[in-house]
């Protein structure tokens, strides 16, 4: 397995969104990006559960807007920006967490308008728990009764996979999370338990909001199938040709 930095990983992410096609006319121009932090009623809408992470957790979805095309990112620094799209990409990505979630979100509205990535924007209301059941599906469609490393708390995966699989693990960022007990796994430290849980996987089911947390390298070339879920990876699972698992157009 090979460990990409926070740094390396930031460097090839902008490589390869200044390399597309055509978007170095973008970057010329004097272009409007907005991005506010979302409440979690615009995000996921009215939910009949209430332990989704944006609910309950410290992240909060953040919102940028291109040429009228719309891009999230889940993050734990959410911050505000009017101004060129040059202008971002000169961030210091690898030391300022709020830096990272501008450019996610950016990333995804620019390549949405573009017509490179799909489902950029978060599923509302009954998708969260939809999307539950429709992962556990595909995953016991696809790969059997593997042993499942979830990364991210996502009550909804975990209710459905858990009731579906018969070893699974999950890992999680959030003091508040490690440590319980969930749908009847434990959730473990995503620092301490990270490379023992991933020796231990067959198959890896990973949070797209490593990307704004700094952490997505620690999931790249993993050795191991590993599947990219949620709208915050769009743009970046698109630009390094990663496999992303979303089902947020089957529930507009």
């Known amino acids: 397995m090979i460990h990409m930095t926070t740094k390396d990983l930031y460097a090839k992410i902008v490589a390869e969104f200044v390399a597309l096609p055509g978007i170095e006319s973008e970057l010329s121009g004097n272009v409007t990006i907005r991005a506010r932090a979302l409440t979690p009623e615009e995000a996921i809408g009215k939910t009949e559960r209430k332990d989704y992470p944006i609910l309950t957790g410290k992240d909060v979805m953040i919102e940028a807007e291109y040429k009228g095309s719309f891009g999230q990112a889940f993050t734990d620094a959410p911050a505000s920006y009017f101004g060129p799209l040059r202008d971002i990409l000169a961030l210091p990505f690898d030391t300022d967490a709020h830096a990272r979630g501008l450019l996610i979100a950016t990333i995804n509205a620019v390549l949405g308008h573009m017509g490179l990535c799909n489902r950029m924007v978060h599923c509302r209301n009954d998708g969260p728990k939809r999307c539950g059941k429709d992962v556990a599906d595909y995953i016991a469609g696809q790969y059997g009764d593997p ?86 990876l769009a743009g970046v699972a698109a630009l390094l040709q990663l496999p992303r698992l979303c089902f947020a157009d089957k529930y507009l």
Not at 149 to 172: I, K
Not at 190 to 216: F, P
Request: charged share 20%; with cysteine; aromatic share 6%.
């Open 147 to 232: 042993r499942l490393l979830l990364v991210g708390y996502q009550p909804s995966m975990l209710e459905n996979l858990s009731a579906r699989l018969s070893h699974m693990r999950v890992l999680d960022l959030n003091p508040d999370n490690i440590g319980e007990t969930r749908y009847g796994i434990v959730v473990e430290d995503g620092i301490m338990e990270r490379q023992a849980a991933m020796d231990w996987a067959e198959l890896i089911l990973c949070t797209g909001s490593t990307v704004c947390n700094g952490t997505l390298g620690d999931y790249l070339d993993t050795g191991k199938p590993t599947l990219f879920y949620g709208t915050t």
